[in-house]
């Protein structure tokens, strides 16, 4: 072993470092900087941001019906429901106030999970800076609610199996409305 | 063909010329002598700042892709625009004065620092005619004017009033006062060859056939290269010698309490001193400008940045040495070497050529097996305390 050879050896190590920066993709010794505003990373699938409500067909139908149960277990108490009412005074199913303070909530994912009515979901958008201040970021259920094909087309496997179970459960439904057929007597 | 090679290699010389020509016209002798002085003390202060700010450039975006990531490249095509803004961003900053400082002193320093780095481009062969003052002492001028630059770091240090800065301070003094010595030893060689201390004479011995007389394909060259290369890098306090300045340990060193453009003088000075270093070595070892083909200073400014190169290399490899290797690597190996080396070169100048090379290479490697012998480690043999137990 000659005297200082480590010394080279580390040398090397930069130099190849440097060298392969300018030819190699960033899996194999090459660049790791995504160069963010015109590059992306692709976000994982289940990547999980900033809660939004979906809708089937037109914007204001959505599949919300202001239970309330994401308001009760959100931890940071982020959500704000007022059920709307009909004409007569009855409550209606579905919601008159929908507010999430996006400032406010901690991207956990529990409203999503406890939702009965697959009506919630995690979005993938980030960027929501504002200069506005805190204020300008709760958002209301116009603001919130994203149609069903944006679902499928951010989160398409969860968004299958959400549509997968949906339909079953309407057919259940409607197999449960009208009578069976009258089975034959031996 | 031949003309044009000339022309463009005497390019800057023949511009001050005509200028110089120009002025004689209608102005008095001295006024023009006086012209002259101004040129090129003009050019060196315009070349500094530019070299400097260049260099940071360099250094970032070499780390940066040592490191796997671009460096700054958002300012400008290639962020070569980044120099500027860093420029502006330094010239906007609060200049914070400690309120126990040494005021007077505590602002002297960084000028101070800067002074001494402008002043050693004044021997710095540029190309050929392209000293600024070719001095018949240039590279006793240079060893003088460098071994300034301790003063003002250690006056930033003290006058900051902070354990941080003294502490980096001192560090200074030591490191640089102790790498002066085996710096100086190890351009004795090359000194002893030309017969001169004028740079440009020295430049002027290497220039053999086709300019590649070399003292760096000799063997008492390549020693006395590299060891005065080790020397620079520790000169200038750039890593792995970058003790006074070890951000890990010291916060800034002798910096810490500069802010704005005071800082960003620090900065200069050390650039430019790495610069010139660089340039010193490319000069005694390298051939300066000598070279074949090309126009001289694009010679010198290759070699030059070349070395730059290695020694940003050398930032992104080593990590920092401990305060008693750095001396013990000065002292006790360096020195030597450059002693021996010394002696060497006699040797290789009154003994034939393939004696001498044997010799050389006898010699070296003795004396290269000898220092390592001599600096291992002493381990002590484990003990066994049979009482303890």
């Given at each position: 072993?000659?005297?200082?050879?480590?010394?080279?050896?580390?040398?090397?190590?930069t130099l190849?470092n440097f060298l392969?920066s300018y030819?190699?993709?960033?899996?194999?010794?090459?660049?790791?900087?995504?160069?963010?505003?015109?590059?992306?990373?692709?976000?994982?699938?289940?990547?999980?941001?900033?809660?939004?409500?979906?809708?089937?067909?037109?914007?204001?139908?959505?599949?919300?019906?202001?239970?309330?149960?994401?308001?009760?277990?959100?931890?940071?108490?982020?959500?704000?429901?007022?059920?709307?009412?009909?004409?007569?005074?009855?409550?209606?199913?579905?919601?008159?106030?929908?507010?999430?303070?996006?400032?406010?909530?901690?991207?956990?994912?529990?409203?999503?999970?406890?939702?009965?009515?697959?009506?919630?979901?995690?979005?993938?958008?980030?960027?929501?800076?504002?200069?506005?201040?805190?204020?300008?970021?709760?958002?209301?259920?116009?603001?919130?609610?994203?149609?069903?094909?944006?679902?499928?087309?951010?989160?398409?496997?969860?968004?299958?199996?959400?549509?997968?179970?949906?339909?079953?459960?309407?057919?259940?439904?409607?197999?449960?409305?009208?009578?069976?057929?009258?089975?034959?007597?031996? | 063909?031949?003309?044009?090679?000339?022309?463009?290699?005497?390019?800057?010389?023949?511009?001050?010329?005509?200028?110089?020509?120009?002025?004689?016209?209608?102005?008095?002798?001295?006024?023009?002598?006086?012209?002259?002085?101004?040129?090129?003390?003009?050019?060196?202060?315009?070349?500094?700042?530019?070299?400097?700010?260049y260099l940071t450039l360099l250094e970032r975006k070499v780390i940066g892709r040592i490191q796997?990531r671009y460096g700054p490249?958002?300012?400008?095509?290639?962020?070569?625009?980044?120099?500027?803004?860093?420029?502006?961003?330094?010239?906007?900053?609060?200049?914070?004065?400690?309120?126990?400082?040494?005021?007077?002193?505590?602002?002297?320093?960084?000028?101070?620092?800067?002074?001494?780095?402008?002043?050693?481009?004044?021997?710095?062969?540029?190309?050929?005619?392209?000293?600024?003052?070719?001095?018949?002492?240039?590279?006793?001028?240079?060893?003088?004017?460098?071994?300034?630059?301790?003063?003002?770091?250690?006056?930033?240090?003290?006058?900051?009033?902070?354990?941080?800065?003294?502490?980096?301070?001192?560090?200074?003094?030591?490191?640089?006062?102790?790498?002066?010595?085996?710096?100086?030893?190890?351009?004795?060689?090359?000194?002893?060859?030309?017969?001169?201390?004028?740079?440009?004479?020295?430049?002027?011995?290497?220039?053999?056939?086709?300019?590649?007389?070399?003292?760096?394909?000799?063997?008492?060259?390549?020693?006395?290269?590299?060891?005065?290369?080790?020397?620079?890098?520790?000169?200038?306090?750039?890593?792995?010698?970058?003790?006074?300045?070890?951000?890990?340990?010291?916060?800034?060193?002798?910096?810490?309490?500069?802010?704005?453009?005071?800082?960003?003088?620090?900065?200069?000075?050390?650039?430019?001193?790495?610069?010139?270093?660089?340039?010193?070595?490319?000069?005694?070892?390298?051939?300066?400008?000598?070279?074949?083909?090309?126009?001289?200073?694009?010679?010198?400014?290759?070699?030059?940045l070349a070395?730059i190169c290695i020694m940003i290399w050398f930032r992104g490899t080593?990590?920092?040495?401990?305060?008693?290797?750095?001396?013990?690597?000065?002292?006790?190996?360096?020195?030597?070497?450059?002693?021996?080396?010394?002696?060497?070169?006699?040797?290789?100048?009154?003994?034939?050529?393939?004696?001498?090379?044997?010799?050389?290479?006898?010699?070296?490697?003795?004396?290269?097996?000898?220092?390592?012998?001599?600096?291992?480690?002493?381990?002590?043999?484990?003990?066994?305390?049979?009482?303890?137990?």
């Amino acid at each position: 072993m000659i005297f200082g050879a480590g010394v080279f050896k580390g040398m090397m190590v930069t130099l190849k470092n440097f060298l392969t920066s300018y030819y190699r993709d960033r899996d194999n010794g090459g660049i790791f900087t995504v160069q963010y505003p015109e590059e992306r990373e692709k976000l994982a699938e289940n990547y999980r941001n900033l809660p939004f409500l979906v809708y089937d067909g037109a914007p204001d139908q959505i599949r919300c019906v202001a239970c309330g149960i994401c308001e009760r277990e959100c931890p940071p108490k982020c959500i704000h429901i007022e059920m709307a009412t009909d004409a007569a005074g009855k409550p209606a199913r579905k919601p008159a106030v929908f507010d999430i303070d996006y400032s406010l909530c901690m991207n956990c994912g529990i409203c999503e999970e406890v939702c009965p009515f697959d009506s919630i979901y995690m979005d993938h958008t980030f960027e929501i800076t504002s200069q506005a201040g805190p204020r300008s970021l709760i958002r209301g259920k116009e603001a919130l609610a994203r149609s069903n094909d944006y679902f499928r087309k951010i989160r398409p496997a969860m968004a299958a199996a959400v549509d997968q179970k949906r339909k079953t459960a309407e057919d259940k439904k409607k197999a449960a409305a009208t009578p069976p057929p009258p089975q034959e007597i031996k | 063909m031949e003309n044009i090679g000339s022309f463009i290699d005497m390019i800057f010389v023949t511009a001050k010329a005509w200028i110089l020509a120009l002025l004689g016209q209608f102005l008095p002798v001295w006024i023009v002598v006086l012209a002259s002085i101004v040129i090129s003390g003009v050019a060196i202060l315009c070349l500094g700042p530019v070299i400097m700010m260049y260099l940071t450039l360099l250094e970032r975006k070499v780390i940066g892709r040592i490191q796997n990531r671009y460096g700054p490249n958002r300012v400008g095509i290639w962020g070569l625009l980044q120099p500027i803004a860093d420029g502006i961003k330094m010239f906007t900053k609060e200049d914070i004065v400690p309120a126990n400082a040494d005021k007077l002193i505590h602002l002297l320093a960084p000028i101070m620092t800067v002074v001494p780095a402008l002043m050693i481009f004044v021997v710095v062969p540029f190309g050929r005619q392209m000293t600024a003052a070719d001095l018949n002492i240039g590279f006793l001028y240079f060893i003088a004017v460098s071994s300034i630059t301790i003063l003002p770091i250690f006056m930033a240090s003290w006058s900051s009033r902070n354990k941080y800065s003294l502490l980096g301070g001192m560090r200074t003094a030591a490191q640089l006062i102790s790498y002066e010595v085996p710096m100086t030893l190890a351009a004795v060689p090359a000194i002893m060859m030309s017969q001169s201390l004028s740079t440009n004479t020295i430049v002027l011995t290497q220039a053999g056939s086709f300019g590649l007389n070399w003292f760096i394909f000799t063997p008492w060259g390549i020693v006395g290269f590299i060891v005065f290369f080790l020397c620079a890098t520790a000169e200038c306090n750039r890593p792995p010698f970058d003790l006074p300045e070890a951000e890990s340990e010291l916060v800034a060193g002798f910096h810490t309490e500069y802010s704005g453009m005071k800082f960003a003088l620090f900065y200069m000075a050390e650039y430019m001193n790495a610069f010139t270093l660089c340039g010193i070595a490319a000069t005694l070892f390298l051939g300066g400008w000598q070279g074949p083909f090309l126009p001289s200073w694009v010679w010198f400014f290759g070699k030059t940045l070349a070395l730059i190169c290695i020694m940003i290399w050398f930032r992104g490899t080593f990590p920092r040495f401990r305060v008693d290797h750095l001396m013990a690597f000065a002292w006790k190996f360096l020195l030597p070497l450059t002693l021996v080396n010394i002696l060497l070169t006699a040797l290789w100048q009154f003994t034939s050529a393939s004696a001498a090379w044997l010799f050389s290479i006898m010699i070296l490697a003795a004396m290269l097996y000898m220092l390592v012998k001599l600096n291992r480690v002493f381990v002590p043999e484990k003990r066994n305390y049979v009482l303890a137990d």
